[in-house]
């Protein structure tokens, strides 16, 4: 009994520094990356041309007009 406490305890210590340890790392600057929010978007890797972009409008459908067999009871 006391092999199964002792392996209990360990667990929970385990899982205390362990979370420990994340919110801290959570809670602290970032030393590798500091300027985070100074991302430039406007350049990307990939070649996206202007005319290769689609514009898309989108209609909610009634269900009740909807014309799906498997949707009439």
């Known amino acids: 009994m006391s092999l199964l406490r002792f392996i ?9 520094i362990k979370t420990i ?10 030393k590798n990356n500091p300027s985070k929010k100074n991302v430039d ?4 890797k990939y070649k996206i ?15 009740a007009k909807s014309e799906n067999p498997k949707e009439k009871s």
């Open 21 to 30: 340890k994340n919110v801290m790392n959570y809670l602290s600057p970032d």
């Open 49 to 63: 041309d202007k005319e290769d972009v689609i514009e898309a409008h989108f209609e909610e459908l009634d269900s």
């Open 8 to 16: 209990l305890w360990s667990l929970i210590f385990y899982l205390v």
């Open 41 to 44: 978007t406007t350049h990307s």
